[in-house]
């Protein structure tokens, strides 16, 4: 039986994180709260420790006001 590909995992760019709060003059736990996410969570996402579901990826765009995916995600694929 052949088996499907894995997915690949989606992870957050730390850097253009980084900048977007920079930009907006924002603290980590403020985009957290705007993102609707715990300070925590968002720190393992930018740790690259999480992958975040489709609705935390559209929440953190929303958040700091980028509608390209390609500008905070990146899709790692595995070797399987």
């Known amino acids: 039986m052949r088996q ?3 997915p690949p ?10 900048e977007q709060i920079s ?14 996410i715990s300070s925590g969570y968002l720190s393992q996402l930018i ?9 935390v990826r559209k929440r953190l765009q929303a958040a700091l006001g980028i509608s390209r995916f390609e500008e905070l995600f990146i899709l790692e694929y595995t070797d399987e």
């Open 4 to 6: 499907r590909p894995t």
């Open 23 to 36: 930009r907006r003059n924002m603290s980590q736990n403020e985009l957290a709260l705007r993102a609707e």
């Open 9 to 18: 995992r989606v992870m957050l760019k730390p850097e253009p994180v980084w």
């Open 47 to 55: 740790c690259g420790r999480k992958s975040p579901s489709p609705g």
